[in-house]
């Protein structure tokens, strides 16, 4: 049975950091499994809302957190806006900073965010700029414009973009769907945990985006 979303004109549908740099498309980088293969589930989900949004990481190959061998991926980095190393990912200008194939072109979407030039910024959530919080994108400013109830989540990766995106718009005050077939985790076990903390949050999740209908 189809779970109702309420009328299109309601509904939001947004791809998180859906580029190459997180598919196998791109092995140097950080490639989420099967993460080039969510076009589809995506355009589908899309199918259901009045306004499309997209994002993307825009880093800097001399960004402070960009792992080397003195500092390896995931190990601490100062800073306020940083946490952690990370692979060198979403260069602009390279094949990585592209949206995977089968998506529209930047300029189809209704809202697009751009994250991360700074060197000493790497945002995990669409909603604002810095960790903190504190400086917002405009997303949430531009849903709530528009009456956007509820929204719908898929992108790359469930387990760090994806979750923190959602959190940040459940706490908006959005009604918040995370269409799994149009997301991928990088890790099995840190992807059910971000299932499991998304739902304690009153986030729901579907497994495709024919479990959803409009009003």
């Known amino acids: 049975m189809a779970i109702s979303i309420g009328p299109k004109s309601e509904v939001a549908s947004v791809d998180v950091h859906t580029q190459k740099s997180f598919t196998p498309l791109c092995p140097n980088e950080l490639p989420v499994p099967e993460g080039h293969l969510i076009a589809t589930e995506l355009n589908q989900q899309a199918e259901l809302a009045s306004h499309r949004i997209g994002s993307k990481e825009a880093h ?35 094949e990585g900073f592209n949206l995977i194939d089968g998506l529209p072109a930047i300029t189809e979407y209704d809202y697009f965010i751009w994250e991360g030039i700074e060197l000493d910024m790497h945002p995990y959530g669409i909603c ?12 949430i400013e531009y849903l709530k414009q528009h009456q956007i109830k509820t929204v719908i989540v ?32 990088l890790d099995v076990e840190t992807t059910q945990l971000a299932i499991e903390e998304m739902q304690a949050a009153g986030i729901e999740c579907i497994k495709n985006a024919s479990e959803l209908m409009n009003q």
């Not at 604002?128 to 997303?139: C, F, I, N, P, R």
């Open 154 to 185: 898929g992108g790359l990766a469930t387990d760090y973009c994806v979750k923190v995106s959602a959190h940040q718009l459940v706490r908006a005050g959005f009604r918040v769907i995370i269409n799994l077939g149009a997301c991928r985790g």
């Open 128 to 139: 604002y700029h810095d960790q903190a919080e504190k400086l917002s994108t405009g997303v």
């Open 60 to 94: 800097h190959p001399k960004a402070l957190w960009v792992a080397d061998d003195s500092h390896p991926q995931l190990s601490p980095v100062s800073g306020d806006n940083v946490d952690v190393y990370w692979a060198a990912h979403s260069i602009v200008g390279t």
